[in-house]
């Protein structure tokens, strides 16, 4: 009856409540309760007091909030609290003079604790049935390489400090977090604190318990001011070292090292990493475009190194002739590349169109830019619909920004003193590999953006048949030596489904064609197998073999190694190494693959795994980290749900692109997140892609569509100022010429080539360091960041293709070069 009681009182209990502590309480209690009977008054009365009783119960937040618990000391007691409640701890401790009940209910309540926000939840819920908000999907922002490397680790630790920010001028707070050369600091917001700045902080907590010898404190310089509330403001320092105390300095190394595990290590900045880094290294292996990058040897700019993936790798082959040599150092000459580089954007952007040529068995390249052709109206329909009649017809979009090879070495993002091994794997490139990228000055991207609606676009271009060998122009030359371009495979996870396993054993093989070809195993798996055979062979990719296993066949007799059913999947230059596949006929398990995966469970500790060593070591590593510090795309993460998938995740580098741009200026969420939905169709991601992708492997080829987004810079909402149509490549866009030409006189137009690939699992050995770091301090963190990153199902790239889809619509080039004006002077007022 009594809690009942009170609870009527609610109310007024939180405004007396507020009062508690004032020195005329009983003057405020009787004139808030005069209108009160006396049964009623005397329970509010009891209920102050027991509100005013001191308590030394320990609060615990671990696991109750949102935040981020750390340790906290009060009079000699030690808490675990996150910023928010030690903010509201502290407030409370100063209203009320002591550590009271009604101090302890206060920090219970605060705003991100689990329980209050699940109270929130079901009364908003039951006020809200018959009114259900669609809120719009926001997906994690990841900023590529935005990770830093620590030279040691920090305590999350609370104590008492006194900070001096000038002369006479001393204010309390408290630490947030502490290492030996920096240091997080609370105090507050009124106090004016600038970068640079130097300031002398006490550590008073500490001098409590320490004979520290620093009466004048210690100096530190102020990195950023961070604002944490009204109240308050954190703030970032690292030591100048002026003091000269090695005595100091190896105490407080010693009381890090030796209380991070009461204290426990502050974890964010790995977190971060291993978030970032894992969003990286799904990205790299799917994009399909060719990464190339260009030398400077005494101002003469060269192709030098192309690092392919199983997404891009056909471009390189394309651009190579008959003995295999490339030639795109004459593709991107020294002429082209300088006039790429006199154009006026970050990222110089153009497009290229190429085809070949073969007479008397040798390939000959013909390439042509767009502001090439844009010189002679004429030449560019000759060469573009000529082109065009070529199985060969390609077209590229090129990309161009600086690359540097100090951006070759990422070190990790643990502290140096973390373990031993650290210093040891935090190691620069080797002279070798520097040797080999000392000299690049920039990137290319090369995309390939051919589509079927382009070149019949082209096709139906006219064309002066007498004028063709006046496109000899455009035609590449053979050098006697040309220069050599080194192609480097990406090194990631390998996905095989089985591991292969270094074994020799005797071989006979039967084809259609030949007699039987005697050889030996290099390696085998429980699906597939390595054959060095004993002479060249005539066997080619595709072809279904039968082979004998004479020598394992002695070992066993619970199966027949003879005749087993194999597909050719590989055959070496030399004709004298194939690769096999086990040859399926029917669903029923087959003889081979039963007999090696006995084998091989029967003999692990016994066989060696394969390793394919890379021809340079560490070149790959130091390319790709060079890639990720210069990111210029629109990548884009999707995440399985229980029955579709969703946009889990978008990564923005260190270009962000238009598209990036146009939707952070609408943006109003959390910035670590960006809402991307507003770009598709209703229903794509969800419905279309998620059932298309389904079918696919990580192995099949990209998904490839066309999304075309107009856009009314005049809408104040994204959802009103965005309208899109996607269609899959090589669909006619007959349907859309209403929605294109609209856009265009109206609005602002882009167009898109979406590419989509399925992953397969995440690379964790790529990040087993910083996995392992986490897991020794918080192993549920640890977990969490590894299934967040089996969320992801499929990554995608939108390249910007609208200049070249503009060149082949059929409207007037009066409008579109008003649209284009007006996008460019939209565009750029985000920047000014």
Known sequence: MAEDKLQKYQPLIKELKSQLGEPNFDKIFDQMTKDISKPDRFLLKMEMSRLSQPIARFIDLRGQVAGEVKPYEYEGKQHFMDDLAIEVFEREIERHGKYTLAVYEEVMQTENNYRVMQKKAQDNESLTDDIVAEQPDHAKLIRFASYESRIEERMNYSIKISVELGKGHAINGTTSDISLSGAKIKIPAKERVRPAQLVSVRLIGLEQEFELGLKEGIQYEVVA??????????????????????????????????????????????????????????????????????????????????????????????????????????????????????????????????????????????????????????????????????????????????????????????????????????????????????????????????????????????????????????????????????????????????????????????????????????????????????????????????????????ITKQYTLSHLRYEVVAVSKTKTTINLKVSKLTDLPQVASEFFKLLIDSNKDKLQPCKESPRIPGLSTALRNMVTKSVCQFPFYLHKETSHYKIGAVGVGLYPTPIHRLLMYYHNAKPEQLNIKPLFPSGFIESTLTETIRKHSRKSKPLKYTLFVSFN??????????????????????????????????????????????????????????????????????????????????????????????????????????MRLRKQAWLKSLLS
């Open 225 to 554: 001011v961070e604002p944490l509330s009204k109240e308050q403001q954190h703030v970032r320092l690292k030591r100048t070292f002026v003091e000269n105390s090695n005595a100091f300095d190896e105490f407080l190394d010693s009381f890090i090292h030796g209380n991070k595990r009461r204290y426990k290590v502050n974890l964010d900045n790995t977190m971060d990493a291993i978030v970032c880094k894992g969003y990286e290294q799904y990205y790299q292996p799917r994009v399909s475009s060719l990464f190339v990058f260009i030398s400077q040897t005494d101002k003469h700019l060269l192709p030098t190194i192309a690092l392919t993936n199983e997404n891009n790798a056909f471009i390189n082959y394309y651009f190579e002739d008959e003995k295999k040599f490339s030639c795109l150092y004459q593709v991107l000459s020294q002429a082209r590349l300088n006039a790429m580089l006199s154009l006026p954007s970050a990222v110089k952007e153009a497009t290229l169109y190429c085809f070949t040529h073969i007479k008397d068995g040798k390939i000959y390249h013909y390439s042509a830019f767009d502001f090439e052709l844009a010189k002679q109206a004429q030449i560019r329909n000759l060469f573009v619909a000529y082109g065009a009649q070529k199985n060969s017809w390609r077209t590229f979009k090129i990309q161009l920004m600086p690359s540097h090879p100090e951006d070759a070495f990422i070190p990790l993002s643990l502290p140096a003193n973390a373990g031993k091994n650290i210093e040891k794997l935090n190691k620069p490139p080797t002279p070798r590999v520097q040797s080999y990228i000392n000299n690049v000055k920039y990137l290319a991207l090369i995309t390939d953006i051919s589509s079927k609606q382009q070149k019949d676009a082209y096709l139906a271009l006219s064309f002066n048949k007498a004028i063709v060998n006046q496109l000899k122009i455009f035609g590449r030359g053979k050098a006697l030596n040309p220069p050599k371009l080194e192609v480097v495979s990406l090194e990631y996870v390998n996905l095989r489904s089985h591991k292969r396993y270094l074994y020799k054993t005797a071989v006979t093989i039967h084809t259609e064609n030949q007699a039987q070809i005697s050889g030996h195993t290099l390696d085998l798996s429980v699906m597939g197998l390595q054959v060095q055979l004993a002479q060249p062979s005539t066997m080619t990719k595709g072809d279904i073999i039968h082979l004998d296993l004479p020598d394992l066949q002695k």
């Open 713 to 818: 810079n005049n809408e104040q909402e994204l959802t009103k100022a965005l309208k899109s149509h996607c269609i899959e490549q090589g669909e006619s866009l007959e349907s859309l010429e209403l929605f294109l030409k609209r856009a265009v006189t109206k609005h602002i137009l882009f167009v898109f080539h979406l590419h989509v690939s399925k992953t397969g699992r995440p690379d964790t050995d790529y990040l087993a360091n910083e996995l392992r770091y986490v897991s020794h301090y918080a192993l549920h963190k640890a977990k969490e960041l590894e299934e967040g990153l089996w969320q992801v199902t499929g990554v995608c790239d939108l390249i910007d293709v609208t200049d070249e889809q503009l060149r082949t619509l059929n409207l007037d080039n009066k409008l579109i070069t008003a």
